[in-house]
C-alpha cells in the first residue's frame, strides 16, 4: 500500500491541507470543532509516518532522542553519560526517555521524542515497534541502535559479544564440578536475553548437562524477577549449586533473595553477566561477565556523528568483546 499523504487526511477530513498543517503544527487558529474533526482523520487513517517527514522539513533542532530501557540501570546510565558528553562536546543535547521494557512506552516514547524533532536516535530497543522504526530510518533519519539488535530492522548497530562469554562461564561452571546450573534469563524478544540464554543451554548441552525446566526462570532483567528466581530455585527438591544469571540488576536480586531466605550468599555460585558495583566490597563466590559501557557509548556516538556532521552512509555493526573474570573464586 501507498503510504498516505497529508491531501489523503485533509480529503478525508474534508478540510485543506493547511488546515491540516496548523492543527498537527499546533499554528495559527483553527476552530475546536475542525480540530476535532482532523485529529480523528489522523487517528482513524493512522497518519504516524507523516508526524517524521514533517520533523524533517523543520529546521535543525540540535537535539538527540535517546531512549533506554532502564534509567536506574548503573550499565545504561553510564553509556549514556558517555554519549551526552560526545554530543554536547559537538553542540547536541541528548533527550533521555524511559520505556521499562514496555513496547508501548517505547512507542509513546519514540512519538514524543519526533514531536521535539531529534535530529537523531539512539535506540537500547524492547524488540518492538519495527515497523514504526523501518519507516523512521526509511525518512532519513539516523538510527543507531544501542546494546540489543531488532530482528527485522536494518541499522546501525553498537553491541556486546553475548555468546562467547557466556559460553566461557558456563565451561567454567561445569569445570568447578557443579551438575545442577540454575540460569535466569531476560525476555527473549530482547536480543540479547536469547542470545545469552541459548549460549548457555548449548554450552551445557554440549558438556553432557541435561537442562531441566525447573531450573530455567525467565526474569525480565529487574531486581524484582532476580529475587523471585533464586527463591524459587532455591526450594526445589535438589537446589542449583551454582546460577547464572544474564544481567547485574537480576544478580542484585539473587543476593537480595538469599539474604531475605536467611540462605548464606556463599551458599550458591553466581556468574552474573554484568558487574555489581558492591561487589568488590565482599568476598562470595562470584565471577563476572565485565562489560564496557564507555566503549559502547563512545561507539555508538561516534557513528551517529559521522551520520550528522559528515553524511556517512555506510552501515556500521560494531560488537565490543566482554570478558570473563573470575573474581571471587572459591572451590566447592
Known sequence: ?????????????????????????????????????????????????????????????????????????????????????RLVAEGYR???????????KEREALDALLSNRVEGLLLAGTGGNKEQLRQLIGSGIPVVLVDRCVPGVSSDLVMEDNRGP?????????????????????????????????????????????????????????????????????????????????NNEMTFGLYLGLQEMGIGLDEVEVVSFGDLEFSSLFKHRLSVIMQHPESIGDSAAGILLDKLLHQKSAMENRIIIPKFVQKNKLSL
Open 1 to 85: 500500500m501507498r503510504k498516505l499523504t497529508i491531501k489523503d487526511v485533509a480529503k478525508h477530513a474534508g478540510v485543506s491541507t493547511a488546515t491540516i498543517s496548523r492543527v498537527l503544527n499546533g499554528s495559527g487558529y483553527v476552530s475546536e470543532d475542525v480540530r476535532r474533526q482532523v485529529l480523528a482523520s489522523v487517528k482513524e487513517l493512522n497518519y504516524r509516518p507523516n508526524a517524521i517527514a514533517r520533523s524533517l522539513k523543520q529546521e535543525k533542532s540540535r537535539s538527540i532522542g535517546m531512549i533506554l530501557p532502564d534509567m536506574s540501570n548503573p550499565y545504561f546510565m553510564t553509556i549514556a553519560r558517555t554519549i551526552q558528553q
Open 166 to 246: 557466556v559460553r566461557q562461564a558456563m565451561e567454567y561452571l561445569v569445570s568447578a564440578g557443579h551438575r545442577h546450573i540454575g540460569m535466569i534469563h531476560g525476555p527473549k524478544t530482547i536480543s540479547t536475553a536469547l542470545e545469552r540464554y541459548e549460549a548457555a543451554v548449548r554450552a551445557l548441552q554440549e558438556a553432557g548437562l541435561q537442562v531441566g525446566e525447573e531450573y530455567v526462570y525467565s526474569g525480565d532483567f529487574s531486581r524484582k524477577s532476580g529475587k523471585q528466581a533464586i527463591q524459587k530455585l532455591m526450594k526445589l527438591p535438589v537446589p542449583p549449586t551454582a546460577v547464572f544469571s544474564a
Open 94 to 104: 541528548l533527550l533521555f526517555m524511559d520505556s521499562d521494557e514496555n513496547p508501548d
